[in-house]
């Protein structure tokens, strides 16, 4: 065995078959997500009530004391949503919403009025009294009046704290017949069963999605009629309305609850239906898609809307649903990725064969899929300038580390191998970052998306290099060794963390992984050559 080859015959067809499988699962991946999905049609496109909140234009965000939305685009908003919805809720009389209940009036809307309560008192006075006026003068327009949303679940009051308050709406309001209730998950309201008192009926979040075990879409709206009917039991005589109920188009999948366009179509349509075969008030949230949630939330917090941030339609509730209509762009991509891989190929005569050729193409191919496939994530998720440039960067640096790789992978696989190397310092850079991200994922995950297109392709590259170049040419060093120890430790953590339910957190490890198996392949090639060399003198 000459030091120039690779160390078994075997390895030259087990490297053309991870390329192939790759630009396959990538061309795939991009394929299915175009698919029309059959779903279960909605029996009307008419919804009984929204959440609304106007803040979804860049910039915009309730987390600035001073924000306020001019009346003239609170009235295009619900002109527009009246077409759809015979009511919207509201969360707060600042920023402008305390206009709401007189704009809604004309356009024969009814409104669940929202008063903020949080842990300034100055604050929540201020509330009160604004939301006790606007029921004075709007009562006919009220369905009711919500004091505080989801306070104990924040921790920002306590129970007595808060009946107080919902006293204070309620005898300042007495003589308009307008009903008070406050709104929290419905958990909560087990936890606190004395709220119930304090208020003429009871509002229920119910959130599949966000349960502390998440519920799958397949079971998502037995488990509404499951809790409900728990609600009812347990506050006999009581209305209950449910006063959130919905899900999420993008975001981080949580256990068997994925976030995406399809099964926000799924559920709602499919509550919609279970609505109308019950005798039951509720308010779907939301009506617009709201970016600054991100803030908080990460990916999936922006994506709630029935509407986009722009105010179209995300989906309609008659007919199959395709999760991303521009699926074609993947394997443009693919292509592009493709040329440009031989392209960067062509110069030497390393790579003008047929084979080397081709495995830059399928090299090309996988990074252009994989790109893309980020690129997509990153147009959900990327709130700023800096964010983007930052993704943005890395995207790139991806490129170029998988155009270095590629070039070598195919001069082995055309049996004419380079004599440089792409060297450590970009090995260890990847892997220390993926050992950053992985303990964020581990230890702060719940709201992080997996980054699987920017680490799979120097993943799969060094993987691929480490198989087939000269074993002197991958030696690890100790800190990679010991990084390479953590990496599959941290992937394990996510993959728990989801009870194995999560098919990307199993992505996610088996990227960690392959890039694991780069250091000890080179690491283990490189510890026999040294021992053949030893034999030898």
């Given at each position: 065995?000459?030091?120039?080859?690779?160390?078994?015959?075997?390895?030259?067809?087990?490297?053309w078959?991870?390329?192939?499988v790759?630009a396959?699962?990538?061309?795939?991946?991009?394929?299915?997500?175009?698919?029309?999905?059959?779903?279960?049609?909605?029996?009307?496109?008419?919804?009984a009530?929204?959440?609304?909140?106007?803040f979804r234009?860049?910039?915009?965000?309730?987390?600035?004391?001073h924000?306020?939305?001019?009346?003239?685009?609170?009235?295009?908003?619900?002109?527009?949503?009246?077409?759809?919805?015979?009511?919207?809720?509201?969360?707060?009389?600042?920023?402008?919403?305390?206009?709401?209940?007189?704009?809604?009036?004309?356009?024969g809307?009814?409104?669940?009025?929202?008063?903020?309560?949080?842990r300034?008192?100055?604050?929540n006075?201020?509330?009160?009294?604004?939301?006790?006026?606007?029921?004075?003068?709007?009562?006919?327009?009220?369905?009711g009046?919500?004091?505080?949303?989801?306070v104990?679940?924040?921790?920002?009051q306590?129970?007595?704290a808060?009946?107080?308050?919902?006293?204070?709406?309620?005898?300042?309001?007495h003589?308009?017949?307008?009903?008070?209730?406050?709104?929290?998950?419905?958990?909560?309201?087990?936890?606190y069963?004395?709220?119930a008192?304090?208020v003429?009926?009871?509002?229920?979040?119910?959130?599949?999605?966000?349960?502390?075990?998440?519920?799958?879409?397949?079971?998502?709206?037995?488990?509404?009629?499951?809790?409900?009917?728990?609600?009812?039991?347990?506050?006999?005589g009581?209305?209950?309305m449910?006063?959130?109920?919905?899900?999420?188009?993008e975001?981080k999948?949580?256990r068997?609850?994925?976030?995406?366009l399809?099964?926000?179509?799924r559920y709602?349509?499919e509550?919609?239906?279970?609505?109308?075969?019950?005798?039951?008030?509720?308010n779907?949230?939301?009506?617009?898609?709201?970016?600054?949630?991100?803030?908080?939330?990460?990916?999936?917090?922006?994506?709630?809307?029935?509407?986009?941030?722009?105010a179209?339609?995300?989906?309609a509730?008659?007919?199959?649903?395709?999760?991303?209509?521009?699926w074609?762009?993947g394997?443009?991509?693919g292509?592009?990725?493709?040329?440009?891989?031989?392209?960067?190929g062509?110069?030497?005569?390393?790579?003008?064969?047929?084979?080397?050729?081709?495995a830059?193409?399928?090299?090309g191919f996988?990074?252009?899929t994989?790109?893309?496939?980020?690129?997509?994530?990153?147009?959900?998720?990327?709130?700023?300038?800096?964010?983007?440039?930052?993704?943005?960067?890395?995207?790139?640096?991806?490129?170029?580390t998988a155009i270095?790789?590629?070039?070598?992978?195919?001069a082995?696989?055309?049996?004419?191998?380079?004599?440089?190397?792409?060297?450590?310092?970009p090995?260890?850079?990847?892997?220390?970052v993926?050992a950053?991200?992985?303990?964020?994922?581990?230890?702060?995950?719940?709201?992080?998306?997996?980054?699987?297109?920017?680490?799979?392709?120097p993943?799969?590259g060094y993987?691929?290099?480490?198989?087939?170049?000269?074993?002197?040419?991958?030696?690890?060093?100790?800190?990679?060794?010991?990084?390479?120890?953590a990496?599959p430790?941290?992937?394990?953590?996510?993959?728990?963390?989801?009870?194995?339910?999560?098919?990307?957190?199993?992505?996610?490890?088996?990227v960690?992984l392959?890039?694991?198996?780069?250091?000890?392949?080179?690491?283990?090639?490189?510890?026999k050559?040294?021992?053949?060399q030893?034999?030898?003198q």
């Open positions: 065995m000459s030091p120039t080859s690779p160390s078994s015959p075997r390895i030259a067809p087990l490297a078959l991870i390329l192939v790759a396959v699962a990538g061309a795939y991946w991009w394929w299915q997500i175009g698919r029309p999905v059959p779903l279960p049609e909605a029996p009307s496109a008419r919804i009530c929204v959440s609304y909140a106007p234009k860049p910039g915009e965000t309730p987390l600035d004391i924000a306020y939305v001019q009346p003239d685009r609170i009235d295009a908003d619900l002109r527009a949503l009246s077409q759809r919805f015979d009511c919207v809720r509201t969360y707060s009389q600042g920023f402008g919403l305390s206009a709401v209940p007189q704009i809604a009036q004309r356009y809307m009814k409104v669940l009025m929202g008063i903020w309560i949080g300034d008192p100055v604050a006075e201020n509330e009160i009294k604004a939301g006790i006026a606007m029921a004075k003068a709007y009562p006919e327009v009220l369905r009046v919500i004091v505080g949303n989801e104990l679940l924040r921790g920002e306590s129970p007595k808060l009946a107080g308050y919902v006293k204070e709406v309620r005898d300042g309001i003589d308009t017949h307008v009903p008070v209730t406050y709104a929290d998950v419905w958990e909560f309201w087990l936890h069963p004395e709220m008192a304090a003429d009926y009871i509002t229920v979040h119910i959130l599949p999605y966000w349960e502390d075990e998440p519920v799958e879409p397949r079971d998502a709206v037995q488990h509404v009629a499951e809790v409900y009917a728990r609600m009812k039991a347990r506050f006999p009581r209305a209950v449910i006063g959130e109920t919905g899900w999420p188009s975001g999948q949580r068997g609850a994925a976030a995406s399809v099964n926000e179509a709602l349509r509550f919609l239906r279970y609505a109308s075969s019950v005798d039951m008030p509720y779907v949230i939301e009506a617009f898609d709201q970016p600054w949630k991100r803030e908080q939330e990460g990916t999936v917090g922006g994506y709630w809307g029935i509407f986009d941030d722009q179209r339609p995300k989906f509730m008659q007919g199959a649903v395709v999760e991303e209509p521009r074609e762009l394997w443009w991509a292509a592009a990725g493709a040329l440009l891989f031989v392209l960067a062509w110069w030497r005569s390393q790579w003008r064969s047929r084979r080397a050729r081709l830059m193409a399928l090299a996988v990074t252009g994989a790109l893309a496939w980020q690129f997509r994530q990153m147009w959900y998720a990327c709130r700023d300038h800096f964010e983007w440039a930052v993704a943005g960067v890395l995207c790139l640096l991806a490129l170029a270095g790789l590629a070039r070598h992978i195919g082995w696989l055309a049996g004419r191998p380079v004599k440089s190397s792409p060297g450590h310092g090995r260890f850079a990847w892997l220390f993926l950053y991200y992985g303990l964020l994922l581990a230890f702060d995950g719940r709201y992080r998306d997996f980054p699987l297109g920017l680490f799979w392709l993943a799969m993987f691929l290099a480490a198989l087939l170049d000269r074993p002197e040419a991958w030696t690890p060093s100790v800190e990679e060794r010991l990084i390479g120890v990496l430790l941290l992937a394990a953590v996510t993959v728990a963390q989801d009870i194995g339910q999560n098919p990307a957190s199993w992505l996610w490890l088996g960690n392959m890039l694991v198996g780069a250091v000890f392949v080179a690491w283990r090639r490189s510890a050559a040294r021992q053949t030893a034999a030898h």
